[in-house]
Every structure is written in structure tokens, then in C-alpha cells.
């Protein structure tokens, strides 16, 4: 099987210039970042893909034993890198996928140019004991994730429009929902656990190249906080807070999102 056809690989935008490649949070795919590919490609080539499990991909090639941790998802990040051989790339991930671009800039770092940390989370989940706010309780993740098991169709309905945020535009909301129920609901759960269990706050230290952490100014999966220890955490990092609110900047502020993008491209390259 081909990395290209296994995460439904596009490319497009401009050859030879700076390359951007975007990956999707859970729940969600490539298409999610349709918004802000035209203007990304002005001035970049722009890779999209698909995670295992989610979109286009060639589902035969998901496993729970590959896709069990965010180890499967980085080397298919680091593959589809090896594969297109365009040389060091901007990683830019989404919520999860963040912490994806981390732990692979961390293993091959001259794969990358830099790292766009979009609403990132390197744990979900509060520890008071060292001072740190994810922004969930143990209990509420557990009650999410038995919700989840027990209902994933009503579920996505409930929390799509609480992770979208931006309640005066409901649209935004019936598309997040849309993309969860598009999602194979035994690969979803395993997924959610790999999302919403995983603690990476010691990886980020290990990150070497040019970061941007941008996050929104109101994020009820992401708060501010979480986005202030990730740039504490990696050296050399730049934070910026964006206008947007909710958890999608790609889609309730593409514009502003991609700019952001842009303008950190210009600078690293």
C-alpha cells in the first residue's frame, strides 16, 4: 500500500516555494482545511492528508494495535515526509495533531522547518499536584469517553457545537458534527482515547525547531493556560493568541488563521 493512498495525500499550491503540510484533529479530515488552502497556496506548496481511520484514507490500513497511541499517527507523518521528498516541511497540526508534529519534529527534526501548534493540548487532562490546568477533570474525561462509547452519533451531536464554539453561528457547529458522524465509530473511540488520555507536557522539550503555539482567545477544549505551557515548555517558541474563539480557527477564522501561518513561514524560511 502507498503512504499517498493510505492518507489520501494531496498537493497543490505553488512548487518550489516554502511547503505547509496541515493535519486534522480527531473527528475531522482534510477537508476541514478547505477554507484556508487558497490562501496558503499563494505563496506555498501546501500538503493535506488524511489520518488512518478518518476522510479519504484506506481504512484496511487502520489497526487498533498500530492507532492505539499517537506513536502510529507520527510515523505516518514522518512517511508521508519521506515520501513526498519536498524537502523540510511547516508542520502545522490541529489540536492533537499538534502533539503529533512534536514527537515527530523531536525524532527527525531536519525533516522540518518549524511547527504551527494550532489550539494545542499536550494533556487534557488538570493536575493539580504539579500546578497544571488542561481543562477537564479526570471524572469529566471519563464521563466523555463513556458517553462516547455509549452513544457516539449522540455524542457528536452534543459536543460538536461545544467544541466549534461560536454559538451565533450555529452552520459551524452542523459541520463538526457532520465530520464526526462520517467517522467509523469503533475507530472514533479509540481514537478519543488517544486524543483526550495521552500526556505529552514532557515531550515538548525536546522539540529543537522554530515553533509557533497559536491559540484562540476562547477555547473550551484548549484555554489559554494550556497554550502558555506549551510555549513556556518549548524553547524558542513564539505564542500568538488569535481572535478566533472555539477550537477551529480554521474554520470560524481562516483568514486570521492563515495569516498567522503565513507570516511564521515568511520567517523561517
Do not use: K
Amino acid at each position: 500500500m502507498s503512504v499517498r493512498s493510505r492518507n489520501h495525500v494531496t498537493v497543490s499550491g505553488r512548487p518550489g516555494e516554502p511547503v505547509v503540510m496541515l493535519a486534522h484533529g480527531f473527528g475531522c479530515d482534510q477537508h476541514m482545511w478547505r477554507l484556508m488552502v487558497p490562501l496558503l497556496e499563494r505563496e506555498a506548496t501546501v500538503v493535506l492528508f488524511d489520518h488512518v481511520g478518518a476522510g479519504r484514507s484506506d481504512l484496511s490500513a487502520w489497526s487498533r494495535e498500530r492507532y492505539s497511541t499517537l506513536d502510529g499517527y507520527t510515523e505516518d507523518v514522518l512517511e508521508i515526509c519521506h515520501e513526498l521528498a519536498l524537502g523540510p516541511v511547516t508542520f502545522v497540526g490541529h489540536s492533537v495533531s499538534a502533539m503529533m508534529g512534536v514527537l515527530a519534529a523531536a525524532r527527525e527534526p531536519e525533516a522540518f522547518a518549524g511547527l504551527v501548534l494550532l489550539a494545542p493540548s499536550p494533556c487534557f487532562v488538570d493536575d493539580p499536584a504539579a500546578g497544571y490546568r488542561g481543562g477537564f477533570s479526570a471524572e469529566d474525561i471519563d464521563e466523555l469517553l463513556e458517553s462516547l462509547d455509549a452513544n457516539y452519533l449522540g455524542w457528536s451531536g452534543a459536543m460538536a457545537p461545544v467544541i466549534m464554539g461560536n454559538p451565533e453561528r450555529p452552520e459551524l457547529g452542523e459541520e463538526l458534527t457532520n465530520s464526526f458522524c462520517r467517522t467509523d465509530p469503533d475507530i472514533a473511540r479509540v481514537f478519543a482515547r488517544v486524543t483526550f488520555l495521552s500526556d505529552n507536557r514532557e515531550d515538548l522539550a525536546g522539540v529543537t525547531v522554530p515553533t509557533l503555539v497559536a491559540q484562540c482567545s476562547v477555547d473550551a477544549i484548549a484555554p489559554p493556560e494550556v497554550g502558555a505551557f506549551v510555549h513556556a515548555r518549548i524553547p524558542g517558541s513564539r505564542l500568538v493568541t488569535l481572535d478566533a474563539t472555539g477550537h477551529c480557527p480554521q474554520l470560524s477564522a481562516p483568514e486570521e488563521t492563515a495569516t498567522a501561518i503565513a507570516d511564521f513561514v515568511r520567517a523561517v524560511r
